[in-house]
């Protein structure tokens, strides 16, 4: 019968199976020992206990942006596969022109200046700086979302609508995507200038400022692989 009267384990044995059941951390990562920073009493690896939340946040946000430049990795290659199936209809050279997409890759690469002082200004808490810088990018964005916008009409007014081939459906699903993250970029800027305005440069309103601008240059990123691929080797292919 085990009961209170049963005869307790010996601490010598207890400690010894604890051992066996979770044996230490030669290294010591992060407990103090050798390569550590953290305190030797703190349990789990790392610098004990739960990671800060900006590293928690940050990492996520990585996820986010990796897995995103997987999706766009996917259109880049449907695209490049099926850029040549014209179906008798106008082929790249014959829509493309890098005039309109010369004057769309200025403006997104402008507005990446404009997010990276709206991020030295809410470190530098100068709100006046951090909204005007705020308010450069969101106006060489929506320029540039406006200007996709008419290429899309003109193309569709020309009969080179997504269902007229499989290369049209390539493009749009390709360039559509890129211009509906811009957009979205360009509402989640006008949140954070509105988050700052109501509750200041707190350290949970810069760390969503600071996922946006990693969006947005990321966003900049692919669209100089989108004017490389599609249009600069359209039109000189």
Request: net charge positive; aromatic share 12%; with cysteine.
């Amino acid at each position: 019968m085990t009961s209170a009267f049963a005869p307790a384990a010996e601490p010598g044995r207890a400690l010894d199976a604890r051992a066996r059941k979770s044996p230490p951390d030669p290294y010591r990562v992060g407990h103090g020992g050798p390569g550590g920073g953290g305190t030797p009493s703190a349990p789990g690896r790392g610098t004990g206990g739960p990671a800060p939340k900006r590293i928690v946040v940050g990492y996520g946000f990585w996820l986010f942006i990796l897995s995103d430049i997987i999706m766009f990795a996917t259109f880049f290659a449907a695209y490049a596969v099926l850029h040549g199936n014209a179906d008798g209809g106008p082929t790249p050279p014959q829509l493309f022109s890098l005039g309109n997409t010369g004057v769309e890759t200025v403006c997104l690469l402008l507005s990446s200046y404009g997010c990276g002082a709206a991020a030295l200004a809410a470190k530098a808490e100068d709100r006046r700086l951090f909204t005007t810088a705020m308010g450069i990018t969101f106006a060489l964005g929506l320029l540039f979302v406006g200007l996709e916008a008419r290429e899309f009409a003109d193309l569709v007014g020309r009969g080179a609508g997504p269902s007229r081939s499989a290369f049209l459906s390539s493009f749009f699903a390709l360039v559509g995507c890129h211009g509906l993250h811009v957009s979205a970029g360009l509402l989640w800027l006008l949140t954070m200038v509105a988050q700052v305005w109501a509750k200041g440069f707190r350290a949970d309103i810069l760390r969503r400022l600071y996922c946006w601008t990693l969006f947005w240059h990321a966003l900049d990123i692919i669209w100089v692989g989108v004017f490389t691929v599609v249009y600069v080797m359209g039109v000189y292919a």
